[in-house]
């Protein structure tokens, strides 16, 4: 495998056009335009990356770039390859550790296949279970839903108001060989997470989910009589390292620093290209090509892993920096899933007027900046709620003003927004979200152009000047400690998508 994937890592390394003026002509240069950077940005750059990614989950022997393993130490290591090439930023590593877990889940009964996704941290089944079905009561967040004839058989748990984790917790308690958790809304759980390892309020039971369509035909016919299922999950747990990966312009202001991130690792089922491989890629060359110009402030890329854990690359990072390197940090900008097939130009609502969650001071502006921008250039826009959900979540918490770019994951696309952008009314913005078929086939190019040539002009426009962003005036620590847990992106436009 070493030379295998070393031969692809130079393929890729070699295929990158890579401008690296020296530091004395960094001074020299013009300054950067939005117009400019957008100018150079074209789609056919874009899926050469998406090509390059795709290749390292194919290195990888589960297909995947999942934190610490083949594929996605491939995407860090020609991440930081080619961006230390270019005698324009200064590049590192994060390293951490952190404990993996990936698996396949499968549903059937009566001889029906039921579509469903492995929860991180659910335990092996050693096999297939054949059990009967057993109803949960309300939403099974508490142990006195569970009926006490659970013992033995297969619980079925409506999706909503607590936790997967803790309704696996509960039906371990109550003697249960499994549990089947259905979507409480239309569509499938798009997976998820049972937080943690372990739990005080019982063992974990192999458990899986399906959509709520086939929660409510299992419900049916268990009305009807009893009616058994086969549950079948197999999981991997395993400590990896892995590492964030930062790219600073040695120019500009290194004491107002602009940060815009995406995230580098994908879920265990699939290649993650949409999800984030159209965020970071995108970001990747707008940092390829920003040595073209010179800069007022420093700007910084960064390059998140394990942000499929629960936003632990960017937590660990914002929780490393003292209060006087956040205090650095003008803002923050994240761009998570920007080329999603059935998409909408989301923008994340810093001013709290759509959805009631406002960032800290002056993400209102960053907002309004995305807004003007997309209005400037005939598109419309929504705004997105600023649910916790992605790598801007960590910067939020500690004061640090805060905007980005979505383009929707497993919520519904609405009547009202396809109107507004097009695509099919009653279908998921992204039908490959966290699963094997987002790759390259998956992407909308025409959005992700779209929505990377906003990020250039943000980018542009902060690096020249922050003028209308607050400087903050106080700091703190985040107070938590990496959960470790599967994100779900939330959705847009009215509507965000429960993590429970």
Not at 56 to 66: I, K, M
Not at 446 to 455: E, M, P, S, V
Request: proline share 4%; with cysteine; aromatic share 10%.
């Amino acid at each position: 495998m070493k030379s295998f994937t070393g031969a692809l890592l130079a393929s890729a390394f070699a295929a990158v056009a890579i401008a690296s003026p020296t530091s004395k002509s960094i001074r020299d240069l013009p300054l950067v335009q939005s117009n400019q950077l957008r100018r150079v940005l074209t789609r056919s750059a874009l899926l050469g990356h998406a090509e390059t990614l795709e290749s390292f989950a194919h290195a990888d022997p589960q297909n995947n770039r999942g934190f610490g393993g083949v594929g996605h130490n491939l995407t860090v290591d020609y991440l930081f390859k080619t961006l230390s090439a270019i005698d324009y930023y200064d590049v590192w590593l994060q390293k951490f550790e952190l404990l993996y877990a990936a698996g396949d889940a499968k549903v059937e009964s009566e001889g029906v296949s039921f579509t469903s996704l492995y929860f991180t941290y659910a335990p092996n089944s050693n096999g297939p279970i054949t059990a009967e079905l057993v109803p949960v009561a309300n939403l099974g967040c508490e142990l006195s839903d569970y009926p006490v004839n659970l013992a033995g058989k297969i619980a079925l748990i409506s999706r909503g108001s607590c936790d997967f984790g803790l309704k696996t917790a509960f039906a371990g308690a109550s003697g249960a060989v499994g549990a089947i958790i259905y979507n409480n809304i239309a569509g499938s759980v798009s997976g998820g997470t049972l937080s943690s390892p372990e739990r005080p309020q019982g063992p974990y039971v192999p458990v899986a989910s399906i959509s709520h369509a086939d929660g409510l035909t299992l419900l049916a016919d268990i009305a009807a009589g009893p009616v058994a299922a086969t549950l079948t999950v197999f999981s991997v747990m395993e400590t990896r390292t892995t590492h964030n990966v930062f790219a600073q312009t040695k120019s500009g202001d290194q004491n107002n620093v602009v940060v815009a991130g995406g995230h580098t690792d994908s879920v265990g089922a699939g290649p993650g290209i949409n999800d984030d491989g159209s965020g970071s890629m995108g970001l990747y060359e707008i940092a390829l090509q920003l040595p073209k110009w010179s800069v007022t402030n420093a700007v910084r890329f960064a390059f998140w892993s394990a942000e499929e854990f629960g936003l632990v690359g960017s937590e660990t990072y914002v929780n490393s920096l003292t209060a006087e390197e956040q205090n650095k940090i003008a803002l923050y900008l994240n761009f998570d899933m920007i080329a999603s097939p059935n998409f909408g130009y989301f923008i994340y609502d810093g001013d709290g007027d759509a959805f009631g969650i406002a960032g800290p001071p002056g993400s209102a502006q960053i907002e309004k900046l995305f807004e003007d921008y997309f209005a400037e250039v005939g598109l419309a826009s929504a705004p997105t709620a600023f649910s916790g959900r992605s790598d801007y979540g960590p910067f939020l918490q500690v004061g640090i003003p805060s905007g980005g770019l979505f383009t929707g994951a497993e919520g519904i696309k609405t009547e009202a927004e396809a109107a507004l952008f097009g695509g099919t009314a009653g279908q998921a913005y992204d039908p490959g979200y966290h699963q094997a078929t987002d790759n390259i086939k998956n992407l909308n190019v025409g959005a992700w152009i779209q929505n990377l040539k906003a990020a250039a002009h943000s980018i542009a426009t902060y690096a020249i000047s922050t003028k209308d962003i607050p400087k903050r005036v106080s700091l703190r620590k985040l107070t938590t400690t990496a959960k470790h847990t599967e994100h779900n992106h939330g959705s847009s436009c009215g509507e965000v998508i429960s993590t429970f």
